[in-house]
């Protein structure tokens, strides 16, 4: 087995792998305890080549290999990618490209939504895969024989994979299917850390100025902590207790202890003062921003029936045509096409009208009807 530990080594791989139309990557990491991500172990594979980089060793530069992930002649095939492309992001201060996520691939190939990696190593290479060392702790030196077994042999199946599943795409004519998905994964916006942003992750439970405003400075006095501390977010305070002080907005130690949410003798602590410091500078701004909630138009009344309906359609042409339902239509665009025939969603444009768009459309209109024969529920069409 090829373990790279020095440098040199890892330049000598960059320029095999860089003469290659693909390489398979996937890693080892810890986030547990931390607020960034622990890189603890780097695999790659491509057609004839195949090694284990471990970051940990003494003296080794990452360079050359985020060199490879920047080489945009060379194909980066993941599966799930995101937390992948997020560690390259903060190594290299770019995200790697061109990518090929195999989790995204596989749902424009009929092997589910989201499907997990061992299922999709059964699936498409009647393998199964040695789940023995999944939960074992990366950073800890020296890795044993079956460690270092296990973790190539994901990546060796990934490389082993994406032929197949590149093939069958090609043959159905939808590796344009995976475009916008891809180019998702490429915006640098979702891996935003950026404090002033951290209160986008969470789900508003009320929409006036003041509220949000809380949350917001709460959120991004969090966020900063988890960083300069290295800890995950909830070690700070949880989820709740942003909520709670978003309501309240406390003005002294005392305030905090009346919360439920926030950790006894939280109020006397040198983060508490500053997120009282924080609350009260934003509140004390005139010309603070004020946010303003867009609220969606209700959906008219009388069209739950034809919600209900559309989602039948898109469970049925999702397995006729074998891909994932989510990967042609969320429920927001069904909701859409059911209020207005030229809704700006998604299901209505490029290949996903084709494949439900327009029967959505026909089916609201009384031109295509559902039925069910032996239990099974099929579509008639040209209803008069």
């Not at 095939?77 to 190594?91: C, G, M």
């Amino acid at each position: 087995m090829r373990v790279i530990t020095k440098t040199s080594d890892l330049e000598e791989l960059r320029q095999e792998l860089a003469t290659l139309p693909f390489v398979a990557v996937d890693t080892e990491f810890m986030r547990e305890t931390t607020y960034w991500p622990k890189l603890c172990l780097i695999q790659a594979a491509g057609p004839g080549f195949e090694a284990v980089i471990d970051p940990l060793a003494e003296g080794l530069d990452l360079t050359p290999f985020l060199d490879l992930m920047a080489d945009t002649k060379v194909l980066k095939v993941f599966h799930a990618a995101r937390q992948d492309l997020e560690i390259f992001l903060k190594l290299g201060g770019q995200l790697p490209h061109p990518v090929f996520d195999t989790q995204i691939a596989a749902m424009a190939c009929g092997y589910g939504d989201t499907v997990a990696y061992d299922a999709l190593v059964q699936q498409v290479l009647k393998r199964r895969l040695d789940k023995s060392s999944r939960f074992t702790d990366w950073s800890r030196r020296p890795l044993s024989e079956n460690q270092l077994t296990y973790a190539l042999a994901d990546v060796t199946h990934l490389r082993d994979i994406y032929p197949r599943i590149y093939e069958k795409l090609q043959n159905a004519n939808r590796l344009s299917w995976l475009d916008e998905e891809h180019a998702y994964l490429l915006n640098p916006d979702i891996y935003d850390t950026t404090p002033e942003n951290a209160w986008k992750r969470l789900k508003l439970r009320k929409t006036t100025a003041d509220y949000v405003l809380g949350l917001q400075v709460a959120a991004a006095w969090r966020e900063r902590q988890s960083q300069l501390r290295d800890v995950p977010r909830g070690r700070i305070v949880k989820d709740e207790a942003l909520y709670e002080i978003a309501e309240q907005r406390p003005k002294n130690a005392g305030d905090f202890d009346r919360m439920r949410a926030v950790p006894r003798g939280f109020g006397n602590s040198r983060a508490a003062q500053e997120l009282i410091q924080a609350l009260d500078k934003a509140f004390s701004d005139p010309n603070r921003p004020v946010y303003k909630y867009d609220r969606p138009p209700p959906l008219p009344s009388g069209l739950g029936s034809t919600v209900e309906l559309l989602k039948v359609l898109l469970r049925y042409e999702a397995e006729t045509h074998e891909v994932a339902p989510r990967l042609i239509a969320s429920a927001a665009d069904v909701e859409a096409i059911a209020a207005d025939d030229n809704a700006n969603v998604p299901a209505l444009k490029g290949w996903r009208r084709g494949v439900f768009g327009e029967r959505a459309l026909a089916l609201k209109h009384g031109k295509l009807a559902l039925k069910l024969r032996d239990g099974k529920v099929f579509v008639e069409d040209s209803i008069t």
